[in-house]
């Protein structure tokens, strides 16, 4: 009777411990800031990411297991309804306390949409007329806060001191952890500065606004821009006005999205002395992990000063 007794509370203290250690279960919408919360979560567990490298997060649709994923969230980490549009209407049924916004996050360096040079629009061209009625859905935040290395620095910090409400029992490893990634943070800027500096006063172009935060926080000229928003399309009247700005201006690096086809890039580039180059901001090629926003940053810079020298 003594043995089973002393089984069952064995059994029941078994239990209270796991309980006790267990650890918040984290979902991420995109791999920029998967990579920093992967970071901050380091030696406690690993959060998962929603949106894998082919995924949209403007048009896409949740699958069951992904649905599955935020029913089971602690945490639900997010840029913003403007900018995961696909997910909008499942992610406002997620309680505020279960959820961080990033771009509402205090103190963050934020900048609305560039309108672009097409004020001059031919009334022939049905489409450009199309281009106006969508660009007013479009104004607001560019939300691609993440390419300002300061704002990811916030969002660790704000990050943390959520994960650490959830789970007071990790304090000191997501606050040591947040050391580490300010510290890092701090080295990818300054290598960043070093490697940009020959560039700083160089124009290029790019097809979509989507540099904004890199270009700003680094100091580098703002490009010609050729179409304001992804999706946006490039008429006859707009190609000819960015073809003739391009050489204008002598333009000799053009920057474009995974989203845009070579075809599309050749109508603008094709007879100009110009240098085209893909770029992925998201850096949906690279492995998820706490490495992938340092890698994405670096291979941004990389290319921004190969398209340039």
């Known amino acids: 009777m003594i043995y089973r007794l002393f089984l069952g509370l064995t059994f029941l203290l078994g239990l209270n411990n796991v309980g006790a250690q267990s650890t918040p279960n984290v979902v991420v919408s995109i791999k920029p800031i998967h990579s920093i919360v992967t970071s901050l979560m380091e030696g406690i567990s690993r ?80 489409d450009e007329h199309t281009d106006h009625e969508e660009y007013e859905k479009h104004t607001g935040l560019d939300l691609h806060l993440w390419l300002d290395i300061v704002n990811m620095q916030k969002t660790a910090q704000y990050i943390s001191e959520k994960l650490i409400i959830i789970d007071p029992n990790n304090s000191n490893v997501y606050e040591a952890n947040l050391i580490k990634i300010h510290s890092r943070l701090n080295k990818l800027k300054s290598e960043l500065q070093q490697q940009l500096a020959p560039v700083k006063s160089e124009r ?89 926003y340092y890698n994405l940053m670096k291979g941004l810079s990389s ?5 340039l020298e």
């Open 303 to 307: 290319q921004l000063v190969e398209c």
């Open 47 to 126: 959060p998962q990411l929603l949106l894998e490298s082919s995924d949209s997060a403007h048009t896409f649709h949740l699958k069951p297991s992904q649905l599955n994923l935020l029913s089971n969230a602690d945490l639900v980490i997010t840029i913003g309804d403007g900018f995961e549009t696909g997910l909008k209407k499942t992610l406002g049924n997620i309680k505020d306390s279960s959820r961080v916004i990033v771009s509402e996050i205090n103190d963050l360096n934020l900048y609305g949409f560039r309108y672009v040079d097409i004020d001059e629009i031919n009334e022939d061209e049905k």
């Open 204 to 292: 290029f172009a790019i097809f979509s606004d989507t540099l904004q935060y890199f270009e700003k926080s680094f100091e580098i000229q703002k490009p010609v821009i050729i179409t304001p928003y992804h999706g946006a399309r490039l008429s006859i009247h707009r190609t000819l006005e960015a073809r003739k700005k391009m050489k204008d201006l002598k333009i000799k690096c053009l920057l474009y999205g995974l989203e845009n086809t070579s075809k599309k890039i050749n109508v603008l580039s094709e007879g100009l002395p110009i240098k085209a180059l893909r770029i992925d901001i998201l850096g949906a090629k690279l492995n998820a992990g706490s490495d992938q």
